[in-house]
């Protein structure tokens, strides 16, 4: 066989979830201001879609923000005023820490915890890291 009928038939073998480009993406966060307090309605859908723990996420967003917060009936309310792109922004950071692989850069990780040291195992390219910060 010559090398372009190996290459096409190689390409027509390989997996569907290889070939897609789709990014992986971060809902925006959708909520008011209420008074004095800041209230997000999606933060429950925005853990599940990065597949981490509400409590991990909120913990370390309201450690971020610096700023007392609680969950109530699905909804998070923050004790202070805070604009959407800033919490926004601070949920891309928790993606980058705990969510995306630093090797192959897809979302597919889960955290696993070894002794006092939690790492976090990507499940497409097999890579193994230490996460940076600790909540």
Known sequence: MDYEKLLKKARKEIPESVLKTERFEIPKVKGHIEGNKTIISNF??????LGRPLE???KY???ELATPGDMRKGTLIIGTKV??????????????EFVI?????????????????T?????????????????
């Open 44 to 49: 429950e859908q925005i853990a599940d879609i």
């Open 56 to 58: 991990h996420l909120l």
């Open 61 to 63: 967003v309201l450690r």
């Open 83 to 96: 604009s959407a792109s800033r919490i926004n922004e601070k949920i891309e950071k928790y993606a980058e």
């Open 101 to 117: 692989c630093p090797e192959c850069k897809k979302p597919d990780t889960k955290l696993m915890k070894e002794g006092k040291v």
């Open 119 to 135: 790492f976090m195992k990507c499940l497409a390219c097999g890579a193994h890291h230490p996460v940076k910060s600790k909540i």
